[in-house]
């Protein structure tokens, strides 16, 4: 049966009529045409499809949409200032800390999540935080590199 599921989205308010069992990435990519959330595994092993829920991150292939009533979801499209990049969009951008940019979103708010909570990490601790999050292509030290780089440039940016 369908409910009414209100939320946040990217900073603003947003309410959606959606079976409450509906995975949240599907009301993200369908419903509200935010397509940088990927489907990867769809088990919660990979982590493309990773977003934030209340300041951490959650994988949503996983996630119902009704565990996210009156809560606030960021999606990679959501990290944007306008036109401006969020440090750790850059930081990717700087490091080449892509390939086929597939596992890129969920990488980059992995990280949002973890450098929110530790943000002046060690190697090892950007190793062990970010490990849950595959890419296919090998871009890890570059993705290491990324992180490292943006933890300097977020002090105080979230």
């Not at 049966?1 to 009301?27: C, S």
């Not at 990490?121 to 935080?129: A, H, M, R």
């Not at 943006?150 to 002090?155: G, I, T």
């Amino acid at each position: 049966m369908k409910k009414r599921i209100t939320f946040n989205l990217n900073g603003k308010p947003v309410a959606i009529d959606a079976e409450g069992e509906r995975k949240l990435i599907w009301v993200l990519r369908v419903d509200f045409g935010l397509t940088g959330t990927k489907y990867g595994c769809g088990e919660s092993f990979c982590g493309a499809c990773t977003v934030i829920v209340n300041g951490y991150a959650e994988r949503s292939c996983q996630l119902n949409i009704q565990n996210v009533q009156d809560k606030d979801v960021i999606t990679i499209e959501g990290l944007l200032n306008g036109d401006k990049l969020h440090p750790l969009q850059k930081a990717f951008m700087d490091n080449d800390a892509l390939q086929c940019g597939y596992c890129t979103p969920g990488m980059i708010l992995n990280a949002f999540s973890f450098l929110n909570k530790h943000p002046d990490p060690s190697i090892q601790e950007i190793k062990t935080g970010m490990e849950n999050n595959l890419c296919r292509c090998g871009a890890h030290k570059r993705i290491i590199e990324a992180v490292q780089s943006a933890s300097k440039e977020m002090k105080g940016v979230h």
